[in-house]
């Protein structure tokens, strides 16, 4: 039996958001790096709340990542 989250993100969608992200990119490393800062952050940041445990922090930078790439609206103006 598989274990569904509440997340409907299949892999290949990752897989997708991840090409995405590294086409955009002007380097490969950089870009890799930036992710997995990112989820290092969130990772620290939200350890109390259980629900985003239900996704690893990789996953959940790489769709922020992705969407902040393809939805520059949602980054708000500072």
Same mark, same amino acid.
């Given at each position: =039996? ?6 409907? %993100? %299949?892999? +290949? ?6 090409? !995405?992200?590294? +086409?955009?990119? +002007?380097?490969? $490393?950089?870009? %890799?790096?930036?992710? /997995? ?6 990772? $620290?940041? &939200?350890? !109390?709340?259980? &629900? &985003?445990? =239900? =996704?690893? #922090?990789?996953?959940? /930078?790489?769709?922020?990542? +992705? &969407?902040?790439? %393809?939805? #520059? ?6």
């Amino acid at each position: =039996m598989l274990k569904r989250s509440k997340f409907e %993100t %299949t892999q +290949s969608q990752i897989m997708h958001r991840a090409e !995405d992200l590294i +086409s955009a990119a +002007s380097n490969r $490393y950089r870009i %890799t790096v930036q992710v /997995a800062n990112r989820a290092k952050r969130r990772r $620290y940041e &939200d350890f !109390d709340n259980a &629900d &985003d445990m =239900m =996704m690893k #922090p990789v996953l959940r /930078a790489i769709i922020e990542m +992705s &969407d902040e790439l %393809t939805q #520059p609206e949602i980054i708000g103006e500072v």
